[in-house]
């Protein structure tokens, strides 16, 4: 398995409950895809939302995010951690 970090750029104004919501739709359906969704972060203002998972592809994170209707903008591997 291999750890994405996906970017959501329309999301100008959402709120503390909002992401909540957004990560546990993830949640209730990520298994069907093998995916698992360890941690959301939003700037409200920018309307930017970053989500880091773990998934056997990019696309698998593309169908989740599709189903629960916030697809993202941008999906990018990430190779190296610390």
């Not at 546990?24 to 880091?52: H, M």
């Not at 998934?55 to 190296?80: K, W």
């Amino acid at each position: 398995m291999s750890k994405f970090m996906d970017v959501h750029t329309d999301m100008k104004g959402i709120t503390a409950e909002d992401l909540l919501a957004a990560h546990q739709a993830d949640l209730a359906i990520q298994d069907e895809e093998g995916v698992n969704f360890e941690q959301a972060w939003a700037d409200p203002e920018a309307g930017v939302v970053y989500c880091l998972s773990e998934a056997p592809s990019a696309d698998a994170v593309r169908r989740i995010h599709e189903r629960t209707g916030h697809p993202a903008s941008e999906i990018h591997p990430v190779p190296l951690m610390v």
